[in-house]
C-alpha cells in the first residue's frame, strides 16, 4: 500500500469512536489453600470484578500507603455489586477446579485494576454437626474461633489483584493468593487466565461476523507472501510472516475467536486461494486435520455451514479437475511433482473422511468414483489433444503413418510412466489403479485410429511403407505388452489381435533384414586388414561387425515377438537359414580378402593371414553354436509343441544349424590345411637339407637349423590359433613329415649316415610334436607309418651299400621296362667324353606334363641328380630354367658333371631327372621323375672323334614313386 493511502486510512480509523475494551477471565483452578473449616478443608469460591478509577481520597492514593496495605481491599467491599461475579461454590477441598469464564468491561486502561478473592462459604451449622467434623486442636480453636464472629460470615482465603495495562493480550499463569494480615502469609495459588478483547468497533468490516474478518486478513497476507515468493521463483511453504501472524494473533484475540472458529476462518481463506494460487497442500491437510479434532456441528450457525459446505465442494470439484489434468498439472519432468500430487490426494481424502464433510455434504458418488470418472475423461481429453496436435499438414499415407507412429509411441511412453509413478501414488493413497483405466481406454482409442488409417492388406501403397509399418508394429507391441501389468483381464482387449494387420508385411521385413546383415558383413570384410584386436582377442575387426549382425538379427526375432506359435516357427526357420548363408558367405570372402592382403613374396605374412582367418571362423563357429541359447530355441519349442512336433523341430533347426557348423569345421580344416602345406615346403626343405648333408658332419648338427625353423613357426601358431586348430596343424604337419622322410629314404640311394641323419631328425620331431604332452599324443603320433619308417630307417642304418645300390638297380629296371607316359616324357642326350673326364646332359624338352597349377597349366623345370649319393657324394643337383604356363616347355639346356668312368659303371649309377612344378609360395610339387643308367651311355667304352653328331636322343616316361 502506498504510505500516503496508509497514512489517510490510520487517520480516519483514529477519528472513530474507540472501541471497548474487556477482559475475558477464567478461573481455572487453585492449590494448597488454606483450611478454614473444623475438617480442616473449606469451601471456596471466588469474587472478582475490575476497579475501572483509583478514589483520590482513598488511603490506597496515598504515596505513603505500602504495597501490602493496598491489597487489603476486597471486591466485596470495593466494588459495586453489579460489577462483581461470583463463581460456584467448591465443597470441602483444597485444590478446587472451577473453569469458569467471566467477560469485564474496562473504562480506563491506565488505572483499572482486576481485583480477585477468594472465600471460604460459611453456613449456618450447629455446634454438634462442628463436633462431629473435628478431627484434631486446630479444629477445636476453629469451633471457639467461630463462636465469637457473626452467624453465616465467610473467612478470606487470600487475594489477587492486578494491574490492566500490565496485562499481556494472552496471559495464563499460577498467581500467589496475598493474604490481608501476616498471620498465614503462605495461602496458595490460583491459575487465571486473561484474554483482552473488544467490542463494538465503529469499522465497516466490524459489521460482518468475526471470524469472516479474520479470513480476509489470512487471505490478504497469503497473498502478499505468495507474490513475494514468486519474484524469487520459491514456492509458499504455509508459514506467514512474524507481522502477519501477531496481527492475526491479536485480532483473534480481540474478537475473542475461539480455536475452532480460527481454524473454520483459515481453512476457507486456504481452500479458496489453493484454487487460484500455487502453495504447498500440506497447509490444507493441517487445517482440515484441526477442524476434524475440534468439530462440533451445533457451534455454528447455517450460514456457516453452508459456508464450510460450499468449500468442500469446491475443492473437491477442484482438486478432481486436478486429478482429470494430471499429465499436464503433475508433468514428471518437474521433481516435485510426484509429492504435490500426493500432498492433494491425501488432503482429498482427508476432507471425506471428516465428520463435517459426512454431516454437510453428499457421500455420493465416492471420491474413488469421482476420481476413476475424472481420469477416464482427461485420458480421452489428453489423446485427442495429441492427435490433434500431431496432425500431419499434408495428408498422405506417408505423413498419416508418422504422425500415427508419434502417437502410439507418445501413448506407451505416458502408459510406462504412468505405470511406474503415478500409478502408485493413487494405489498407496486412494487405492485407484489408473494404470488400468489408462491402458483400457487409450488402447480402444489406438485401437480406433488403426482401423482409419492403416491401409488395408496388400495394398500397394503397404509395400513402399514397410519400415514404417515395421516400426508402427514395433511400438505397437509395446503398447500392447503392457497388458501384464493390468491386475485383471476382463474380455478380450482392442489390440489382442493386431499383428495380424501386419501379417503381409513379414516376408519383406525378413529379407530386409537378411540383406541389411549380408551387406554389413560385406562391407565389414572390406575394410578388415586382417590384423588382432588385442593380445588377447586373436580374430580381427570383421568378426565384431558379424557378431553384431547375428545380434540385430536376434533382435529382430525379439523384436518382432510374433503370437502366433506356428507363424513364430517359421520365422525362426528363415532366421536360422539366413544366419547360416551368411557364415557360409563370410567364409568366402574372409579367404579371399586374405589373399587380396597376402604378398606373394613374403609366406610368413600369408601364414600370419591364414591364422587370422582360422580364428575368424573360429570365433563365427562359437557364435553359430550360441544361437539356440540366444534365439531361445528352448521356450519357442515350449509354446509349438501342441504344433511342431520334437521331430520335426530338430530335423529343421537344429539339423540346419549342425549343416552348418560341419560346413565351419570343413572350412576350418581347409584353412588350417592351406597353412600347413606353406610350413611343408620349409620343413621339406630342412628334411632335404639334412639328407643332402656331408656324412662326415654329425647328424645333430644338420638337425638343428631345422628345429629352429619349427620352434619359431609353431610357437607363433600355437599363440595364434586355439588349440583345437593347433593341434590340427600338427596333424597335417606330421602326416606330411612321415611322407617326405618316406620318399626321401626310398627314392635316394642313400649312405648309413645318411639314414642315422633321417632317423635321428624322426626322433626330434616326435619329441617336438609331443612338446611332453602339451601337443600331440604318442599316440596320435605313432601312427602304422610312422612304426614303419622307424624300423625301415633303424633297418637301413645297419645295411650295406649294396642295399642302396641294388635300390636304384631295381628302379633302373623299373623304368626301362614302363613305356607308359601317364605323368609326361623328357627328351634327352646324354654322353660322357673322356677327354675331358665330363658327363654331358642335355636337355631338349618335356611333353605331356599334368596342369597342376589353378589355372590349367604348370611351372615346369627339370631337377638334375646323380644317384646313389655315396658313389657320387662332390657332385651337386642341378636345375634347369623354369618354363612359366608351360605343358610342353622347351629346355634346351646342356649340364656338365666332372665323374670317372669308374664312378659311372658301378651298378646302379644313374641319372635322376626330376620334374617339378614351381610353386612361390607353397612347395614345389612333383610332376614326375626318371631313372636313366650311366653304364650304357655313349662314349662311356668307346673314344670316337664324331660322337658329337652321332647322340642318339633318348625320351624317358616319367612315374611317380608311388600313388599320389
Not at 175 to 189: I, N
Not at 204 to 217: D, G, T
Not at 515 to 521: G, N
Request: hydrophobic share 35%; glycine share 4%.
Amino acid at each position: 500500500m502506498d504510505p500516503a493511502e496508509h497514512k489517510a486510512i490510520l487517520e480516519s480509523v483514529k477519528s472513530l469512536e474507540p472501541p471497548i475494551v474487556c477482559v475475558k477471565v477464567t478461573v481455572k483452578q487453585a492449590k494448597g489453600i488454606l483450611g478454614k473449616d473444623v475438617s480442616g478443608f473449606s469451601d471456596p469460591y471466588c469474587m472478582l470484578g475490575i476497579e475501572s478509577r483509583a478514589d483520590p481520597h482513598s488511603r490506597e492514593s496515598s504515596p505513603n500507603h505500602d504495597k501490602k496495605q493496598k491489597q487489603k481491599a476486597v471486591v466485596r467491599n470495593t466494588l459495586p455489586e453489579d460489577q462483581t461475579h461470583k463463581t460456584q461454590v467448591k465443597a470441602q477441598t483444597l485444590n478446587p477446579v472451577w473453569n469458569e469464564t467471566f467477560i469485564m468491561e474496562v473504562d480506563d486502561i491506565e488505572h483499572a485494576r482486576f481485583h480477585m478473592d477468594m472465600w471460604d462459604s460459611d453456613d449456618v451449622e450447629s455446634v454438634r454437626t462442628k463436633l462431629g467434623e473435628l478431627t484434631d486442636l486446630h479444629g477445636l480453636k476453629r469451633i471457639f474461633k467461630d463462636a465469637r464472629k457473626d452467624k453465616g460470615q465467610d473467612d478470606f482465603l487470600g487475594n489477587v489483584v492486578l494491574r490492566i495495562r500490565d496485562l499481556k493480550c494472552r496471559d495464563d499463569r499460577w498467581y500467589h493468593l496475598e493474604p490481608r494480615t501476616e498471620t498465614y502469609p503462605e495461602r496458595g495459588q490460583c491459575h487465571l487466565q486473561f484474554l483482552l478483547t473488544h467490542k463494538k468497533r465503529a469499522t465497516m468490516l466490524s459489521r460482518n461476523p468475526n471470524y469472516i474478518v479474520h479470513r480476509q486478513l489470512l487471505q490478504q497476507f497469503v497473498r502478499h507472501e505468495i507474490t513475494c515468493l514468486q519474484a524469487t521463483g520459491t514456492t509458499w511453504d504455509g508459514e506467514i510472516s512474524p507481522h502477519g501472524t501477531t496481527i492475526l494473533h491479536l485480532h483473534a484475540s480481540q474478537k475473542d475467536l475461539s480455536e475452532f472458529h480460527q481454524g473454520l476462518a483459515q481453512w476457507l481463506a486456504y481452500s479458496k486461494l489453493y484454487q487460484t494460487l500455487e502453495f504447498s497442500s500440506s497447509c490444507l491437510l493441517h487445517h482440515i486435520t484441526s477442524i476434524e479434532y475440534l468439530w462440533v456441528q451445533g457451534r455454528l450457525q447455517d450460514e456457516q455451514k453452508n459456508e464450510l459446505a460450499e468449500s468442500f465442494d469446491n475443492l473437491l470439484q477442484y482438486g478432481v479437475s486436478l486429478l482429470q489434468r494430471y499429465r499436464i498439472v503433475f508433468p514428471l519432468t518437474e521433481s516435485r511433482s510426484t509429492e504435490r500430487l500426493q500432498g492433494l490426494l491425501r488432503v482429498l481424502i482427508q476432507m471425506c473422511k471428516t465428520k463435517a464433510f459426512r454431516e454437510l455434504c453428499s457421500s455420493t458418488p465416492s471420491l474413488q468414483d469421482r476420481v476413476i470418472e475424472a481420469i477416464k475423461t482427461g485420458t480421452r481429453e489428453w489423446f485427442d489433444l495429441k492427435r490433434q496436435h500431431l496432425q500431419p499438414m499434408i495428408k498422405g499415407y506417408e505423413e498419416n503413418f508418422k504422425s500415427l507412429i508419434t502417437l502410439v509411441a507418445d501413448v506407451t511412453a505416458d502408459l510406462k510412466s504412468c505405470y511406474k509413478t503415478m500409478n502408485k501414488c493413487f494405489i498407496n493413497t486412494i487405492k485407484v489403479n489408473i494404470f488400468s483405466l489408462a491402458f483400457q481406454e487409450l488402447e480402444e482409442l489406438v485401437s480406433e485410429q488403426l482401423v482409419c488409417q492403416l491401409p488395408p492388406p496388400n495394398h500397394k501403397s503397404r509395400h513402399q511403407l514397410s519400415e514404417l509399418l515395421y516400426q508402427l508394429y514395433l511400438i505397437l507391441r509395446d503398447l500392447h505388452k503392457l497388458q501384464d501389468y493390468l491386475p485383471t483381464r476382463d474380455g478380450t482387449l482392442p489390440l489382442a489381435d493386431f499383428h495380424r494387420m501386419f501379417a503381409d508385411c513379414l516376408p519383406s521385413w525378413l529379407q530386409k533384414a537378411y540383406s541389411t546383415a549380408l551387406e554389413r558383413v560385406k562391407r565389414a570384410v572390406q575394410i578388415d586388414l586382417l590384423v588382432p584386436l588385442s593380445e588377447l582377442q586373436k580374430h580381427s575387426a570383421s568378426t565384431v561387425d558379424l557378431s553384431t549382425c547375428y545380434t540385430q538379427i536376434g533382435r529382430t526375432w525379439q523384436q518382432l515377438a510374433w503370437p502366433d506359435p506356428e507363424e513364430a516357427f517359421m520365422i525362426m526357420v528363415k532366421f536360422t537359414e539366413d544366419m547360416c548363408r551368411i557364415a557360409v558367405m563370410y567364409c568366402t570372402l574372409i579367404k579371399q580378402r586374405a589373399e587380396a592382403l597376402s604378398d606373394t613374396r613374403d609366406a610368413g605374412q600369408a601364414a600370419n593371414k591364414l591364422c587370422l582367418v582360422v580364428n575368424n571362423i573360429e570365433q563365427l563357429r562359437l557364435v553359430v553354436r550360441s544361437l539356440p541359447e540366444k534365439l531361445s530355441w528352448a521356450s519357442l519349442e515350449a509354446q509349438t509343441h501342441e504344433i511342431i512336433s520334437q521331430e520335426q523341430f530338430q530335423h529343421t533347426l537344429y539339423d540346419q544349424l549342425k549343416s552348418a557348423v560341419a560346413c565351419l569345421d570343413r572350412e576350418i580344416r581347409g584353412v588350417v590345411q592351406a597353412l600347413a602345406q606353406k610350413l611343408d615346403s620349409g620343413i621339406a626343405r630342412h628334411l632335404h637339407s639334412i639328407a643332402n648333408a656331408s656324412d662326415s658332419r654329425n647328424p645333430n648338427d644338420s638337425i638343428v637349423p631345422m628345429m629352429k625353423f619349427l620352434e619359431s613357426e609353431l610357437q607363433y601358431m600355437n599363440q595364434n590359433l586355439v588349440q583345437e586348430n593347433f593341434n590340427c596343424l600338427l596333424s597335417l604337419l606330421w602326416s606330411h613329415i612321415l611322407t617326405v622322410i618316406s620318399n626321401l629314404s626310398v627314392n635316394i640311394t642313400p649312405s648309413v649316415r645318411y639314414y642315422q641323419r633321417l632317423h635321428a631328425a624322426l626322433k626330434n620331431l616326435e619329441s617336438c610334436f609331443h612338446a611332453e604332452g602339451c601337443g600331440l599324443s604318442l599316440e596320435s603320433l605313432h601312427t602304422a607309418t610312422f612304426i614303419t619308417l622307424e624300423q625301415d630307417l633303424e633297418l637301413c642304418s645297419s645295411s650295406s651299400r649294396k642295399l642302396v645300390e641294388r635300390y636304384y638297380q631295381q628302379k633302373i629296371q623299373q623304368q626301362q621296362g614302363s613305356s607308359a607316359e601317364k605323368y609326361g616324357a623328357v627328351t634327352v642326350k646324354v654322353s660322357y667324353r673322356q677327354s675331358e673326364q665330363k658327363l654331358r646332359v642335355e636337355i631338349l624338352n618335356a611333353m605331356n606334363l599334368l596342369p597342376l597349377d589353378s589355372n590349367g597349366s604348370s611351372d615346369p623345370f627339370v631337377q638334375l641328380t646323380l644317384e646313389p649319393k655315396h658313389i657320387f657324394p662332390a657332385v651337386e643337383p642341378r636345375s634347369t630354367e623354369v618354363k612359366k604356363a608351360e605343358l610342353n616347355p622347351l629346355f634346351d639346356e646342356t649340364f656338365d658333371f666332372l665323374v670317372t668312368p669308374e664312378q659311372c659303371e658301378v651298378p646302379g649309377a644313374c641319372l635322376l631327372l626330376t620334374v617339378f612344378d614351381y610353386d612361390a609360395i607353397l612347395s614345389n610339387e612333383l610332376e614326375g621323375e626318371a631313372f636313366l643308367s650311366l653304364a650304357d651311355i655313349p662314349g662311356l667304352k668307346e673314344n670316337t672323334n664324331d660322337l658329337a653328331a652321332n647322340i642318339p636322343q633318348t625320351r624317358v616316361a616319367l612315374t611317380h614313386p608311388k600313388t599320389n
